[in-house]
């Protein structure tokens, strides 16, 4: 499906204050859980208001645009202790 927009003149009634035209800046902005699956899907986050993304199974939670923000949901705190140095299980076991 493919958007045109054709330019507008002053005597146009198309673009009103009830119904504005769409602009190519209007976008949602839409966050995967990448735990929870539905179907063949990865789950879509919830979005609050203070700019959080949550999933509803898992906790998951993203805030974009804050690089320095980490997930503190239970599959989050498992991959990062298993990835950081020192947290990294052996395979052959302890002595």
Same mark, same amino acid.
């Given at each position: 499906?493919?958007?045109?927009?054709?330019?507008?003149?002053?005597?146009?009634?198309?673009?009103?204050?009830?119904?504005?035209?769409?602009?190519?800046?209007?976008?949602?902005?839409?966050?995967?859980?990448?735990?929870?699956?539905?179907?063949?899907?990865?789950?879509?986050?919830?979005?609050?208001?203070?700019? *959080?993304?949550?999933? %509803?199974?898992?906790?998951? /939670?993203?805030?974009? !645009? =804050?690089?320095?923000?980490?997930? &503190? +949901? *239970?599959?989050?705190? %498992?991959?990062?202790?298993? /990835?950081?140095?020192? !947290? =990294?299980?052996?395979?052959?076991? &302890? +002595?």
């Amino acid at each position: 499906m493919a958007l045109c927009f054709q330019p507008m003149g002053y005597g146009d009634s198309r673009a009103t204050s009830s119904n504005p035209m769409p602009s190519l800046t209007d976008t949602t902005l839409v966050i995967r859980c990448p735990y929870s699956l539905v179907g063949i899907k990865h789950r879509t986050l919830i979005a609050h208001k203070d700019g *959080r993304f949550v999933c %509803r199974d898992c906790a998951h /939670t993203v805030r974009p !645009g =804050v690089p320095e923000y980490r997930c &503190t +949901c *239970r599959l989050c705190l %498992r991959w990062s202790r298993e /990835t950081t140095p020192g !947290g =990294v299980k052996s395979p052959v076991g &302890t +002595c």
